[in-house]
């Protein structure tokens, strides 16, 4: 999963995005987020198991709709924290056609000034005040929701 000549890692191409779907809901007093996202994806060779990024992101659930309209839930979710990746493996094989990956999940509003995460501010009445803020930077979007996070 490393790029020839280079440090950065990227994702297996048989499983690639057309389009997300996602839904945001932002709790201030407990710095947290709550997610849910449907990727719309193309998947290009059969396959077993679909790779994205994610990281410092909580997943509860995962399903796919395959092609042929099939409900499938991953039979194991590999996180590789080094790699800042999540692997959903299904025990049987997805095929080459569209699917919906639809995934729920959790976070922190951290403080690192990347993906989402809080920032402070005083109101015009002098009151101090929290907000959500986004850093969408290469590399940054992981922090936000599970997605393909390879800008070219």
């Known amino acids: ?22 839904e945001l809901d932002v709790d201030l007093a407990r710095l947290k987020f709550y997610g849910k996202e449907t990727i719309h994806c193309e998947v290009k060779e059969v396959t077993d198991q679909i790779t994205i990024h994610s990281e410092l992101i909580d997943i509860h659930t995962v399903q796919v ?13 590999v996180f590789n924290k080094k790699l800042t990746t999540v692997s959903f493996v299904f025990s049987e094989q997805l095929k080459v056609g569209n699917l919906d990956l639809s995934i729920t999940f959790t976070g922190e509003l951290n403080d690192q000034m990347a993906g989402f995460y809080r920032s402070n501010y005083t109101s015009i009445n002098g009151e101090k005040k929290v907000m959500a803020s986004t850093q969408f930077e290469p590399l940054d979007a992981r922090k936000s929701f599970p997605c393909w996070d390879e800008p070219e």
């Open 65 to 77: 709709v395959d092609v042929d309209g099939s409900e499938k839930q991953p039979n194991q979710i």
């Open 1 to 22: 999963m490393s790029d020839s000549g280079s440090s950065r890692v990227v994702l297996p191409k048989n499983v690639s995005p057309i389009k997300y779907d996602i």
